[in-house]
């Protein structure tokens, strides 16, 4: 029971990444607030953790209402008078707005890359004026490898997730002193139900070729990089950025050229 006795906000918790999140951190031991915009569906996330034995309540989240960024944290500090873990999972784009730079209209990249950002900026500045006083706030970021590696699309994802990365780390050097830590989790090609929907078979075994351990993620890889993070297993861990993504990214630009013709040999 890593989280026991903790109070948790997971952003865009009722399916894929937040789910699993909102998942891992109750069945060790925290209450965790389903923080989402459709309160039909975030009563099945609580039932389900509520059945297995766990703590849930709901806080209200809408990336089409602002306020709700700081207020989802807001609301569940007034209801426990604290928050321990705040987890902002909560990203988006627009795949027919989102190109190269030569080609996305600045006020598309515009809005997409503060969407992303205000998000994560409001829910942490109002998690941090909570806990300011108490300490004892983990903050976990989902990011991704697109703010990592250059790419050659979705620009204003890629640029969002690279200043998630940089907010991340500027939240742990100036809130150290106060017990309260920040970290950033990048996922790589998860397969939720979102991405099984858009890959195909074709395309999958293609991307498989660019990660050494030759199988996309699953949500519940993500969440025990959020549990690490968020639980006092990393309590001397600030401003991390862990990549969890199969080994995307870490040889040689040449290594789907070597593993075909490994394969083919």
Excluded: W
């Amino acid at each position: 029971m890593l989280c026991e006795n903790k109070i948790a906000v997971v952003t865009a918790s009722t399916r894929g990444i937040g789910h699993a999140c909102a998942l891992k951190l109750a069945e060790n031991g925290a209450k965790v607030y389903i923080a989402a915009r459709n309160e039909e569906r975030a009563k099945g996330v609580i039932e389900e953790i509520v059945s297995k034995g766990g703590q849930a309540g709901y806080t209200r989240f809408d990336a089409s209402d602002r306020s709700t960024f700081a207020g989802c944290v807001k609301d569940a500090v007034d209801k426990e008078g604290k928050i321990n873990i705040l987890v902002n999972n909560f990203g988006t784009t627009r795949v027919d707005r989102d190109y190269d730079v030569a080609n996305t209209k600045f006020e598309d990249f515009a809005a997409i890359v503060e969407e992303n950002i205000e998000s994560v900026y409001e829910s942490s500045q109002a998690a941090i004026a909570a806990m300011k006083e108490q300490g004892g706030l983990s903050i976990v970021n989902i990011a991704s490898v697109g703010g990592v590696y250059p790419d050659l699309s979705r620009e204003a994802y890629g640029l969002a997730k690279s200043a998630v990365i940089r907010l991340t780390k500027d939240i742990a050097l100036q809130n150290a002193r106060a017990g309260i830590r920040a970290n950033a989790v990048c996922p790589g090609c998860i397969a939720t139900e979102a991405v099984s929907k858009n890959m195909t078979p074709e395309f999958t075994k293609a991307f498989l070729a660019t990660v050494p351990l030759n199988r996309l993620g699953e949500p519940e890889d993500i969440a025990n990089a959020v549990l690490f993070y968020a639980s006092d297993m990393s309590s001397y861990v600030t401003g991390g950025v862990m990549e969890v993504s199969g080994g995307f990214g870490l040889g040689t630009p040449l290594y789907p050229l070597y593993q075909s013709m490994s394969t083919k040999g």
